[in-house]
């Protein structure tokens, strides 16, 4: 089986728990703060926008949880996902690694983000959720939590980042045809939207200004509706971890372990997802791996932001957390990769990188898109412009193996297809992309517009 392609596993193979880094990581989480009065949070606070089930997770250190057999019945119409073998990227780069990818993007909805959206939706529905809101970003997640919404027949509003509305109308009428409600963010209709907007009417929107409204609506609901997060928080890193428990057993059907694990970072999800897996290995039984997290130079929240408690939201609604942080106010450049785009990263996330158990490093779009297209080129799935983040410095890697001649093993995160992207590649192709950095005199600016937070 060393020499396949494709390395398959059975539906009973599907993970029957989610792996809990809290259990594990050697530094204990910080607390979480009430945005208005600057308390620790406790979970009746949080229980105003997430079901108790969440919430437990949310907190939890057990090391295994277990997943309900309603979600892994759903898990079924497209887990486990394939792990492949690179070959023919490999031998376009002339490379000594091999390169092995775990495909995500034959989901459904076309990403990893079903993986949490299933069970979101499950227990906001035995919880007596009536109705559901949410934020997305490049339309993944929307999309994602709209056919969950559906399958327990949950109502949803989505409040997509108005460039990305703009960019990607099919995405909107996808997550239509599953029955949600799409709104572009900012809208008029929410004090925080209304508030952006008055400064400025033209304003592209952000995933922060999203969520704000995302969370004013559920919270001025009076419990009817709940919240969904599509990333950051610990419950929605350990829904991911699926990815990683597979892999693990995939890679050994290929009789092969991975120097380097890489996946892009929005939020921290689908990298958490492959990778915390592997860094029980690293933590329990000895193993090396490299974990790389890539992120756009135009939001590089690990790699040029601060470690500080930040708001979750540009509206200062959502719950203040210890994380690597551009500032909750922060307006990314209109790069294509709508998922790259948050201001802070997952606190787990954060403080893994933190102690340097994961590295982290930046790109620009051209080459991601410069290796997206390689790898259609060679593979012929067309990646997400998140995913390519992966694929360009998996290939960095590959190439760096063929200057030192090593047989390196690379393992890399496809979390989703790109079908819905094609006007970035079209973009991309016509020569109208640039690349953006994140400004150097708005880092030294960030300190000033963090929240004070008294850890006495
Ligand atoms: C395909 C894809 N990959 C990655 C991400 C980034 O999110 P996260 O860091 O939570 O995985 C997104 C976010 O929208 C996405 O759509």
Redesign the pocket.
């Given at each position: 089986m060393a020499n396949n392609t494709r390395f398959l596993l059975g539906e009973n193979d599907i993970p029957k728990f989610w792996y809990n880094i809290n259990a594990d990581n050697p530094v204990a989480p910080d607390p979480v703060f009430n945005p208005v009065s600057k308390e620790p949070v406790t979970p009746d606070f949080l229980n105003v926008l997430f079901p108790m089930d969440l919430i437990m997770q949310e907190i939890s250190t057990e090391r295994y949880i277990p997943i309900p057999d309603e979600v892994r019945d759903i898990y079924k119409l497209w887990r486990p996902t394939p792990l492949l073998r690179a070959a023919r990227l490999e031998k376009a780069l002339g490379t000594p690694a091999h390169i092995y990818y775990k495909y995500?993007?034959v989901s459904p909805s076309?990403?990893?983000?079903s993986n949490t959206a299933i069970p979101q939706a499950f227990y906001n529905k035995i919880s007596g959720t009536k109705a559901m809101t949410t934020e997305?970003?490049?339309?993944?997640?929307g999309s994602a939590l709209s056919m969950a919404c559906k399958f327990y027949d949950l109502p949803l509003e989505v409040y997509i980042v108005k460039v990305s509305y703009d960019q990607k109308p099919y995405r909107r009428f996808l997550m239509e045809t599953y029955g949600a409600q799409v709104f572009a963010s900012p809208t008029h209709f929410t004090h925080a939207g209304k508030s952006i907007l008055e400064k400025d009417p033209n304003s592209p929107g952000s995933l922060g200004i999203a969520i704000s409204e995302a969370v004013e609506v559920a919270a001025t609901s009076n419990g009817a509706k709940k919240y969904g997060l599509?990333?950051?928080l610990n419950h929605?890193l350990l829904h991911?971890t699926v990815i990683g428990q597979e892999s693990i057993k995939q890679m050994e059907m290929a009789d092969e372990y991975p120097d380097v694990v890489i996946?892009?970072?929005?939020?921290?999800?689908?990298?958490a997802?492959i990778a915390f897996p592997f860094l029980y290995k690293n933590l329990k039984e000895g193993q090396r791996t490299r974990l790389l997290a890539v992120e756009p130079k135009a939001a590089p929240s690990l790699t040029k932001g601060i470690f500080a408690f930040d708001y979750g939201d540009t509206a200062q609604m959502a719950p203040i957390v210890k994380m690597y942080t551009l500032g909750h106010d922060f307006i990314p450049p209109e790069i294509h990769a709508?998922?790259?785009r948050y201001h802070g990263m997952?606190p787990t996330l954060s403080s893994l990188f933190d102690q340097g158990l994961v590295e982290a490093v930046s790109v620009y779009q051209k080459p991601v898109f410069e290796a997206a297209l390689l790898f259609t080129n060679t593979e012929g799935i067309l990646p997400?412009p998140?995913?390519s983040h992966a694929i360009r410095v998996a290939i960095d890697e590959a190439l760096k193996a063929k200057e030192t001649g090593e047989k390196k093993v690379i393992l890399f995160n496809l979390?989703?297809h790109g079908n819905f992207d094609l006007s970035a590649y079209h973009a991309f192709q016509s020569g109208s992309l640039e690349d953006y950095d994140y400004p150097e005199e708005e880092i030294s600016k960030i300190k000033s517009r963090l929240p004070e937070i008294n850890l006495a």
């Open positions: 995500e993007g076309g990403s990893h983000k997305t970003g490049a339309g993944q997640w599509g990333s950051v929605v991911q996946g892009c970072v929005g939020g921290g999800s689908n990298f997802g709508g998922g790259l997952a997400a998140e995913s979390s989703g």
